[in-house]
């Protein structure tokens, strides 16, 4: 056994406190060793005629942010889960049933299996910390809560709240779990203590009653038709693809319907059979992978990065507004520069867009999007820019527009300071060449819309400073942001390989293909939308250009066609402009448009290509430019590929990321599918020596 987790102190008055304290780890989690000492833990406090009350605590910033995911290793048969979810059930009980009231004081993430903890307590008191979050987020690792969630939220806030939070991991904040009955009072962090001591002194001395107003169960006949109506929209939305969702309704319908005891069964039950199913294995692996990412700098340990407090923004469009909102939102000061205060205006009113979304509906927002708001200021010159510790580029994509701002903003900025492009595609050693300092140039490679995007590419030339690498990091960080950090070339990573996707698509299209079936064929698979689409999306005439970009590194490999280029001179720009793969009416989205058949090869004449070739095609199309990005280093490892092929355009989750695919699937199987695609299409779907090589060596990703 190792150091102690748990410690109990108690004084003369019959309060006692229950410190979780993890040693060696930042942050609190449920172990395995924590588990057994919580249920020792219950007998002592039961058998103590001293101990009155108990106050639980967790580190200072961090309560109990879930379960050790480890855990699930020692998960190799249903039963195997059945009986750790029983087990935690068992001690949580203990708690629940505690003659002597336990108080839990949360301040930081109390999450999973840390909300569990708190809500067999009798009485919760959360801090109002930014950083103190309640939530059940198990949905999103393809499980459901298994040490009670399912059973004890329901009973204790709306049922309606209760299950829209299991089923999407959504998170509570302190005000809102206190107006909803999560928690019974919210107060200061630097309160939490002395008055969760207060209420347990009242407790102990019988001077205060623990009452709380729970929320009505509805009758059965209501719950029977609450419980159809979320089962169809959870059908709808999982798509078949995530079993975990209507797993968790089914517990919660078990428990509301038959009563507690038989909720925890069916909870301890399905929760056995998620956690061995190839979903969660997915979702479990981009998990530790995401945790991985977001701890690797890429450089040296002692390599200090630059401070940074004021960012210069070039450029005020979407893309530049949102690089603007969400440094102001973490504290940076913000400069935003464009062609003329019109623009610049524009760009300004998108950023307190974005702010009042993230702050408006919050305790106190309007204070704190205003104190935000204010860290923003516009220019349509270089004034200002002379004081930035960093200039990040958002213009058009248009190597000779970069090179013109590169070399205007330089003649103002510190000599110390660094210059980030978001370019899309153009490869940031050829923009680095209008710069008198290529050691301080680096890509950072924002994903729109920038504030809800979780990823940023960061992409190193040769001539990158590691300092200046651990400060676009360390920027990352400060934005909750998960940075890959990948080498240069043409599209780096990301765009390379989504125009890979889209490409595909556009190769099925000019065969005969519909537009719907390509486009449904990828959303069945799990993509959030079709290649098509995402053209549209884009924007026709952006994919246009980057296509333009990316020709040379897809040349001799993939065939050449001009879809797009027609589609563009014909004037459409995709939704944009409301002309485009698909029709629109004021802004909403119709059905593909028959007339932009007329650019493909067979005209309007179409074929049945079946779902499953579709997505063979765009799986491992994705897949293999995955896998000479790697083998070209590119990538500098397949971690990064997962991490940025879901977190940034959209591979499938359920499906762990192209490199994860290709490890479930076997790299043996891999090689042989794209042979036969091969045969059939050509030399785009050769395999790469590097996969070759692997099943040579019998080797494989992770």
């Known amino acids: 056994m190792s150091e102690k987790i748990l410690t109990l102190e108690k004084d003369k008055h019959g309060v006692a406190i229950l410190t979780y304290d993890l040693p060696g780890r930042p942050m609190n989690v449920l172990t395995d060793q924590a588990t057994q000492e919580l249920n020792e833990m219950a007998d002592v406090i039961a ?13 200072p910033g961090n309560f109990l942010a879930g379960a050790d995911i480890g855990m699930l290793q020692h998960v190799k ?21 505690l003659s002597k009231p336990v108080i839990a004081a949360i301040n ?51 049922l309606e709240q209760a299950i829209d939070g299991i089923l999407t991991g959504k998170n ?133 990065p630059h401070p940074i407090k004021k960012i210069g923004v070039l450029g005020s469009g979407l893309m530049g507004a949102g690089i603007a909102a969400t440094k102001a939102d973490k504290g940076y000061v913000v400069r935003m520069k464009d062609v003329n205060m019109d623009a610049v205006g ?58 013109k701002v590169i070399r205007e903003v330089e003649a103002v900025m510190s000599k110390n300071a660094i210059f980030a492009s978001n370019t899309s595609a153009i490869p940031i050693t050829r923009l680095a060449k209008a710069s008198k300092r290529p050691q301080q140039f680096i890509g ?26 651990a400060t676009a990091w360390e920027i990352c960080k400060a934005c909750g942001k998960t940075p890959i ?58 994919s246009y250009k980057v296509g333009v970009i990316l020709s040379e590194v897809f040349e001799g490999r993939v065939d050449s066609h001009d879809i797009v280029k027609k589609i563009v001179g014909d004037g459409r720009s995709g939704r944009k402009n409301e002309k485009g793969f698909y029709e629109y009416r004021n802004g909403k989205k119709l059905g593909p448009d028959p007339s932009a058949y007329d650019f493909t090869a067979p005209g309007r004449e179409r074929i049945d290509m079946s779902r499953k070739e579709i997505v063979e095609r765009l799986v491992l199309a994705f897949c293999n430019e995955s896998a000479l990005c790697l083998e070209e280093n590119i990538l500098r490892s397949p971690r990064d590929g997962d991490v940025g092929g879901i977190y940034g355009i959209g591979f499938p989750a359920n499906l762990g990321g192209p490199f994860f695919y290709m490890h479930s699937r076997g790299i043996k199987a891999v090689v042989g599918a794209l042979s ?27």
């Open 172 to 304: 509570f904040m302190p005000e809102q779990a206190k107006k909803l009955g999560l928690v019974d009072e919210a107060v200061p962090p630097e309160k939490l203590k002395e008055i969760a001591y207060q209420r347990a002194l009242a407790l102990a001395q019988g001077k205060m009653e623990i009452k709380r107003k729970l929320p009505p169960l509805p009758s059965p006949k209501m719950l029977a038709g609450l419980y159809e109506q979320a089962k169809g929209m959870v059908q709808k939305q999982a798509k078949g693809l995530y079993p975990a969702p209507l797993e968790i309704l089914e517990c919660v319908y078990k428990g509301l319907s038959e009563g507690p005891e038989a909720g925890y069964e069916e909870e301890a039950r399905r929760f056995g059979k998620l956690v061995l199913t190839k979903e969660a294995a997915a979702l479990i692996h981009i998990f530790f992978m995401d945790t991985a990412a977001k701890a690797d700098r890429g450089v040296a340990k002692n390599v200090k």
């Open 676 to 702: 036969k695609l091969e045969e059939k299409f050509g030399s785009r779907f050769s395999p790469p020596q590097l996969l070759k090589d692997m099943v040579k060596g019998g080797k494989t990703f992770f």
């Open 47 to 59: 058998r103590d005629k001293e101990i009155k009350a108990v106050v639980l605590m967790g580190k």
């Open 485 to 542: 950090i990948v080498n240069d070339g043409v599209g780096f990573f990301t765009s390379r390989v989504i125009s890979r996707y889209i490409n595909e698509g556009m190769l099925m299209l000019n065969e005969g293909a519909r537009i719907e079936d390509i486009d449904n064929a990828a959303v069945s698979v799990g993509f959030p939308v079709g290649p098509i689409i995402v053209s549209d999306e884009v924007g026709l005439d952006v």
């Open 346 to 403: 524009k760009g300004l009113k998108a950023a307190g867009k974005v702010l009042e979304g993230i702050w408006m509906k919050r305790p106190r927002g309007e204070y704190e999007y205003r104190r935000r708001y204010d860290l923003i200021s516009v220019t349509d010159t270089y004034t200002g820019f002379k004081n930035a510790d960093i200039v990040i580029e958002a213009v058009f994509e248009d190597l000779n527009l970069k090179h």
């Open 108 to 158: 930081g993430p109390c999450l999973g299996g840390g909300l569990e903890v708190a809500m067999a307590c009798h009485y919760r008191i959360a801090t109002t910390s930014p950083k103190t979050v309640l939530g059940l987020p198990e949905v999103k690792l393809g499980l459901l809560p298994g040490g009670g969630g399912t059973q004890r939220l329901p009973r204790l806030i709306p």
């Open 77 to 97: 048969t249903e039963e195997d889960g059945y009986q750790m979810s029983r087990a935690m059930h068992k001690v949580l009980k203990k708690y629940e049933e």
């Open 444 to 469: 950072m490679h924002y994903f729109s819309p920038v504030h809800r995007m979780p990823l940023i590419e960061i992409i190193n030339t040769k001539d990158t400073l590691p300092e200046v690498t």
